[in-house]
């Protein structure tokens, strides 16, 4: 695989990768839910705070996932003409 020579590509995924990790931590850690000793303290912040944590916590967070699944498939069948029997294995 010449993956090496094609230096626009690799920066792309270099360029996509930290926020793509971040993304991934931000769904682990569910920052909708405020909770201090038990008690949900969320219903003391602004009204606009649901939707913005709903948005950058839940929504477009869940894009992170799919994206690697897609860059990995790419990566998977980067410049193969044609499909064989041994096509994956190691010689």
Request: net charge positive.
């Amino acid at each position: 695989m010449e993956l090496k020579n094609n230096k626009s590509l690799i920066d792309s995924f270099n360029l996509l990768r930290f926020p793509l990790i971040a993304m991934v931590v931000l769904i682990h850690c569910n920052l909708s839910e405020f909770k201090m000793q038990g008690v949900d303290i969320t219903s003391t912040f602004p009204s606009w705070y649901d939707k913005f944590m709903y948005l950058f916590s839940e929504a477009l967070t869940r894009l992170a996932v799919p994206i690697f699944f897609i860059i990995s498939g790419y990566l998977l069948f980067y410049k193969i003409n044609g499909f064989s029997r041994d096509l994956h294995r190691k010689t």
